[in-house]
């Protein structure tokens, strides 16, 4: 192995997650080098404005990064702007696609992902577009204007914050989606319905139930696209809203565990001796039933960074914060926090107006997890109570969780904690 200051701290994904983690290792007192290496031409920078912000025109791309470039370079941080192609586990080096190489006495993997793409005749016509970079969601923006119809394929959170920015901004949006119900099980049937009332009120034609068969040109500079019921659309841009795949091809060609994402313990150690993973790509056990899970949200990405930072100089911290994400759609926000699919009941707290959180308590009633839905900002202060239940894990009384008038605060500090 080299020694630690000669080979330094190498980060593989300058993205959010590797990003952050260069910050946090250098915060942590790390002075020897820094190599942050990422495929894409900007600075690292986060995710969540490009289906929100960056298409209304509210944010720029340079807004979005995590740091300015100068701070990078200031903070001594070496970014190279290539692609890994391969990692030597036993000798502690990697090498770029230019052939340079770089020895590492500790490794990062935080490649995350990238879009599904649509598997149809005339999927890859130049209107027909996916949503990872910021570089998708420019040219996606620039396609975007009133007057000009957006067909988004796919009722899953990215789509839909992409129908409501564009809605904002007065195109007309057609949504299909193939299932019965928008968010597939991301969220409970409840607040499904309510997204889909907001999106049906914000006059997004939304047709649930539908998939796209072939895509053709028509005309120039449009597309038609064929649908399951025999139906079809002309629109002026397609977005293909499908979920991610996370990239776990380097790591599996290194000879590192890899299931759904790059396996790791609960201190985000992969299966080769000083080689971590964190953020979307990483797949750790879950803090509340222990089982393998991958989170793709900024709170995962922003919280495994620091995590993983730590333990590459030698710490044992555990990566073990309820996951939590939330999602933007017109002037309401839904969020989901600990993990619902462990609940055996749910408990809906009607907040008025339509906002509500549901509650997932498991079979000792204690909170396992909280899906909410409102108008921001009005409902923020009692969706970040509930969010502190789940974090709590308290033990509950249901009729109490359902009652508006007994205050989450007083639950969260008066019942009892899970050990
Ligand atoms: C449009 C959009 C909106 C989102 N909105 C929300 C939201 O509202 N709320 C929320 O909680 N989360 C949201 N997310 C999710 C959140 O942004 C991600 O979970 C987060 O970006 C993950 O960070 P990461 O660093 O793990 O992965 P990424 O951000 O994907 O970064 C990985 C980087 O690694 C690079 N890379 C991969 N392989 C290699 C290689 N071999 N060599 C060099 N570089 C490589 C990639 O090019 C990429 O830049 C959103 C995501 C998207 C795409």
């Known amino acids: 192995m080299h020694s630690p200051l000669s080979a330094g701290m190498v980060i593989i994904g300058a993205g959010h ?42 944010k720029t791309a340079e807004s979005c990064q995590l740091r300015s470039m100068q701070t990078i370079i ?30 590492y006495y500790r490794l990062l993997l935080a490649t995350g992902g990238s879009a599904r793409c649509l598997d149809i005749p005339g ?26 119809h957006l067909l988004v394929i796919g009722g899953g959170f990215i789509g839909l914050e992409v129908a409501a920015s564009a809605r904002r901004i007065g195109m007309a949006v057609t949504l299909v989606e193939g299932a019965p119900r928008l968010l597939g099980r991301a969220v409970p049937a409840d607040v499904a319905a309510s997204v889909l009332a907001l999106h049906q009120a914000r006059e997004v034609d939304v047709r649930l139930g539908v998939l796209p068969t072939a895509i053709a040109p028509h005309p120039p500079g449009g ?24 990239t776990t091809d380097l790591a599996r060609a290194s000879g590192l565990a890899v299931a759904q994402g790059i396996l790791v313990d609960a ?20 803090p509340f039933s222990g089982l393998p899970m991958r ?5 995962n990405a922003e919280t495994q960074a620091r995590v993983a930072a730590h333990n590459m100089l030698g710490g044992q911290e555990l990566a073990h914060q309820p996951p939590w994400f939330w999602s933007d759609q017109y002037n309401h926000q839904l969020q989901v926090c600990g993990e619902p699919a462990l609940g055996t009941q749910m408990v809906v707290r009607e907040l008025g107006e339509g906002d509500h959180v549901t509650f997932h308590l498991n079979a000792q009633d204690r909170v396992v997890g909280m899906s909410a839905w409102g108008l921001t900002p009005r409902c923020l202060k009692e969706f970040k109570l ?32 899970a050990a």
């Open 267 to 286: 201190n985000l150690r992969t299966s080769a001796p000083d080689v971590f993973a964190a953020g979307d790509v990483a797949e750790f056990p879950s």
């Open 123 to 148: 999927a890859n016509q130049p209107e027909v577009l996916t949503l990872r970079t910021v570089d998708d969601a420019l040219l996606l923006a620039q396609r975007l204007g009133a007057n000009r």
């Open 17 to 58: 997650c590797g990003g952050r983690a260069a910050q946090a290792l250098r915060e942590a007192g790390w002075t020897g080098p820094i190599h942050l290496v990422g495929m894409e031409r900007h600075a690292p920078y986060e995710r969540p404005p490009l289906s929100k912000e960056l298409l209304t025109g509210e």
């Open 386 to 417: 509930a969010r502190l239940l789940v974090e709590r894990h308290v033990s509950a009384n249901p009729e109490e969780l359902r009652n508006p008038a007994v205050k989450l605060k007083a639950l969260a500090s008066v019942t009892a904690i």
């Open 295 to 299: 989170q793709e949200t900024w709170f």
């Open 223 to 246: 597309v038609r696209v064929r649908l399951s019921d025999g139906q079809h659309i002309d629109v002026d841009t397609v977005l293909v809203g499908i979920g991610m795949k996370p």
């Open 74 to 103: 200031n903070d001594g941080i070496r970014l190279h702007t290539q692609r890994v192609s391969s990692i030597d586990t036993a000798a502690h080096y990697i090498t770029l696609a230019n052939g340079q190489v770089l020895p």
